[in-house]
């Protein structure tokens, strides 16, 4: 269970999908790209126990009347924010300008970035890292208006993370001066909470013209 919003990763696999490449979150409850050398980094101690909870300083009983008194041993965010850092200067060295592109669903990321493409793609060197949950779709537009792009499925995870990003740019290696668009998944709770080591996040909205 993610323990920052409540959501979780798939524990039946990954599948796969059409011909783009893919990085996918890990099988394990709080999801990571991986490669073969790395570790994890959970809430536990060496022999289990939970590193966050309470601090105490010698035994004593609880009053029930009391409040509780609750001291964080650790950012749930610090890994996340490390590795952003770690995106975010990997961007900076090589002049790439990123943007992460936020909305609830349907509001018209895919869209936008279709006719940036158009508009802008002759000009610049665009790359877009795409974040869905199951399927491809929106990859595979972006590679038909004339991007490169490279998708991530989270599973069941509604958010992508610093994790994902940083080995999406090693498979996607946009190069110098480009323009990096990070289309995160529809829902505009979690992806607000994750920085992934973009420069700028942009929300993107729809409204009801008919109202």
Not at 48 to 60: I, K, Q, R, S, T
Not at 98 to 104: E, P
């Amino acid at each position: 269970m993610c323990t920052t919003c409540g959501c979780s990763a798939p524990r039946d696999g990954h599948q796969h999908l059409g011909g783009l490449p893919h990085v996918h979150a890990g099988d394990h409850d709080h999801p990571h790209t991986h490669s073969d050398d790395h570790e994890h980094a959970h809430p536990h101690g060496a022999d289990g126990e939970h590193e966050l909870g309470h601090a105490h300083e010698g035994a004593h009983d609880h009053d029930p009347r009391s409040p509780a008194l609750i001291r964080l041993e650790r950012d749930v965010l610090a890994k996340n924010d490390r590795l952003a850092r770690e995106n975010r200067a990997w961007l900076t060295r090589r002049g790439i300008l990123a943007l992460n592109l936020v909305s609830s669903p349907g509001a018209g990321k895919t869209t936008l970035l279709e006719r940036t493409i158009h508009d802008l793609g002759s000009d610049l060197a665009i790359h877009v890292i795409e974040g869905d949950q199951e399927t491809s779709r929106d990859a595979e537009r972006i590679q038909a208006a004339g991007a490169r792009a490279l998708q991530i499925n989270t599973g069941r995870v509604c958010h992508l993370e610093a994790a994902m990003i940083s080995q999406a740019l090693i498979a996607l290696d946009p190069p110098s001066g480009s323009v990096l668009f990070i289309e995160n998944v529809g829902n505009l709770v979690c992806p607000a909470l994750f920085d992934l080591g973009e420069h700028a996040k942009v929300v993107v909205t729809s409204l009801d013209s008919s109202r």
